[in-house]
């Protein structure tokens, strides 16, 4: 190789060692960008951790609403003792599950789960005695979080009408 290739290699290399890493400017536009990025992403993050923690009370108040219906099966009456129920559910940091009779244990139950934060919606199940055979259940979920109660839903007037939810209370499907 010549001594002149050899001497604008090496000169080359040198340069190049010059121009490594990043300036200050970069490194603040690259904080910046992160930055914002974060305060666009974290409201949503946060919906969706509160969203999470509702699930529980969903699928908790749904599970509650089956196993009475199973209970009823087997006993003619409905239960306001959840730990009688057998299926494990208990108060959490984020929801206090109650049952309670409607008229009376024998037509129907409502299965709630009171909110203990004010970022939470509460939840409101009820199933109640349709006919002799026959159970009818629903879920209901409050249209505003705050931490407080739950309401019970409406017994059907007749064998062939709905339940239905409080007036704060939309149902789920």
């Known amino acids: 190789m010549k001594t002149e290739l050899k001497a604008k290699f090496l000169q080359h290399l040198t340069i190049k060692r010059k121009d490594e890493g990043f300036t200050l400017i970069e490194l603040l536009v690259v904080i910046i960008i992160i930055g914002i990025l974060s305060a666009i992403a974290l409201p949503s993050f946060l919906n969706q951790a509160s969203k999470a923690r509702q699930s529980e009370a969903r699928t908790n108040v749904g599970a509650l609403n089956r196993t009475q219906q199973s209970y009823y099966l087997e006993n003619q009456s409905f239960t306001d003792n959840i730990t009688t129920l057998g299926i494990g559910i208990k108060d959490s940091d984020n929801y206090k599950y109650t049952a309670a009779s409607v008229t009376n244990l024998s037509t129907g139950v409502a299965n709630l789960a009171e909110s203990r934060k004010a970022d939470l919606k509460a939840y409101s199940g009820g199933v109640f005695r349709a006919d002799s055979q026959n159970t009818v259940s ?13 309401s019970a839903p409406t017994a059907p007037a007749s064998a062939t009408a709905n339940a239905t939810c409080p007036g704060t209370y939309t149902q789920m499907k």
């Open 138 to 150: 629903i879920l209901c979920e409050a249209t505003n979080a705050a931490a407080g109660a739950a």
